[in-house]
């Protein structure tokens, strides 16, 4: 279950419980492509430890690519790994376990049940002592890497290390939290009740509930040109205008124009922050997430984003004008007929 903006707890186990990682140079490797594809696939890396035979992440999937920014991750390692050490074969268990987790009663516990792991599993004395999980730049003894996104935990600690450490050393497990997390076969969703219901209903319960109130299908055909012109059309700005970016000034035509490449025609991030000038994929994240809160709280925004899907509609095609039957048979003019691209959520009664 990966709706966007979701916050996650994944673990990653080798074949058979076999060790992953040979020696650091294999543990770099791996932090180096998460941090890759953190950026390529617009995850923050809230949390991770290394283990001998399994991994541990906590990851904000911003992009809703949390299964192809993981299987990136373990696919490549797997590859280097086994040419590095003449090995073949399969490298890690099936597929990962993941549980989308409720932010405000689970992620603190999620993070101090990974920075435990090493602790709990014998491997040090002090779970401060293991070098690779991100507790130790949580707690400021080592620098924090580039990829590692701590403000939001802190944030649950008022910013303070001292409680960090007392609550991660003195470990929760009396609410059975932390055995929900430890467990083989972890729920898929974890948290209040209500969580629970909207998850599993397929609800976004997060701020970005919005973010998917259109949903585009078969949309790659459109190029973010053709997406720009759109939005500057609805909005009535030259394309040009786009591409201007003045700090504390909102560009709304900018910003939409990069929220429906991004959330509803699922373009590359790379190629959206290319076509806007942006110094990283992660500002194209920013900027989406954003607009996406907005669309939330004002009607009109949500009116611009119908009006540039129904703009980017194609223009009826010959399918039309056959019979039902016919559409999408071999020798028509047309083998789809017209998709539709963007379509409201049906409303629940």
Known sequence: MQPPGGVHHITARGVRRQPIFVDDHDRSVYLELLSEAGQRFGGRIHAYCLMTNHVHL????????????????????????????????????????????????????????????????????????HGWSSYPAYLGICRTPEFLETSMVMSYYGNDRNLLRTSTELGRKADGKQAALASRNPAPVLGSESFVKAATAKVEPSSETSASLLKCVDAQRFSMEQIAAAAARVLQVDVEHL???????????????????????????????????????GSVTMCSRRFADRVHEEPTLLRAVEDVGSSLQPRASASEDLAPSQVGQPGTPSSRGTPVLFKKPETKR
């Open 243 to 281: 591409h201007v970016s003045v700090r504390g000034h909102r560009n709304d035509a900018r910003s939409l124009a990069i929220y429906v490449a991004h959330r509803l025609c699922g373009l590359p991030l790379r190629s959206i922050a290319s076509f806007f000038e942006l110094s990283s994929v």
């Open 58 to 129: 906590v990851i904000e999937d911003v992009a809703g690519e949390l299964s192809r920014l993981v299987r990136h991750v373990n696919g490549l390692f797997a590859q280097r790994s086994n040419y590095r050490h003449g090995g073949s074969g399969h490298f890690f268990e099936r597929r990962f376990s993941s549980s989308l987790i409720e932010t405000d009663s689970y992620l603190v516990v999620a993070v101090e049940y990974v920075h435990r792991n090493p602790l709990e599993a014998g491997m040090v004395d002090a779970a401060d002592e």
